[in-house]
């Protein structure tokens, strides 16, 4: 055997192992159940509870919040079709972080030009939580690589059926 077969050879081994490593890895955050897509016809149209705050899939309306970076809550009902556009939405609770936490979340949601979310949000059980669509991570801390493996292992998934 050539010595460009050796590295050709093993080269294919080294992938195959590193194909097979990403695959048993666990996926970012929490499944969470199910809640469908039902379309409503406003935030205020009545529907049942949500299973998480916030929430991860379930009633809302037909349209979208903007991608980026917001100063204000956006209404469940809004953000969950973000979410199921694809959209991975990044929470902070106002009185729990610092401006520098959230200059720091918004230096990494400004990397990405679309599908991806920043916002305030009162009530959340932790300082920082992530969703997607059925999925949600919930951090005491900022944690820039926790964030971004979130983000980018969820952004761009559409869940429409």
């Known amino acids: 055997?050539?010595?460009?077969?050796?590295?050709?050879?093993?080269?294919?081994?080294?992938?195959?192992?590193?194909?097979i490593w990403s695959a048993m890895q666990p996926s970012p955050g929490v499944q969470i159940s199910d809640m469908g897509n039902e379309h409503i016809d406003s935030?205020?149209?009545?529907?049942?509870?949500?299973?998480?705050?916030?929430?991860?899939?379930?009633?809302?309306?037909?349209?979208?919040?903007?991608?980026?970076?917001?100063d204000e809550q956006i209404a469940d009902e809004i953000q969950i079709h973000n979410l199921?556009?694809?959209?991975?939405?990044?929470h902070y609770d106002n009185e729990r972080v610092s401006q520098e936490v959230i200059s720091d979340l918004e230096d990494i949601v400004r990397n990405y030009s679309t599908l991806v979310i920043l916002e305030p949000y009162s009530g959340l059980n932790t300082s920082i939580v992530l969703t997607a669509w059925n999925k949600i991570d919930e951090l005491d801390d900022f944690d820039e690589e926790r964030i971004k493996i979130f983000i980018n292992a969820y952004k761009g998934i559409d869940h429409h059926n």
Do not use: C, F, R
């Open 1 to 19: 055997m050539t010595k460009t077969q050796y590295i050709i050879g093993g080269s294919i081994i080294l992938i195959a192992g590193l194909i």
């Open 43 to 70: 935030i205020d149209t009545p529907h049942s509870a949500y299973n998480t705050t916030p929430p991860t899939s379930g009633p809302h309306v037909g349209n979208i919040a903007k991608w980026g970076i917001h």
């Open 84 to 90: 199921e556009d694809g959209g991975v939405i990044v």
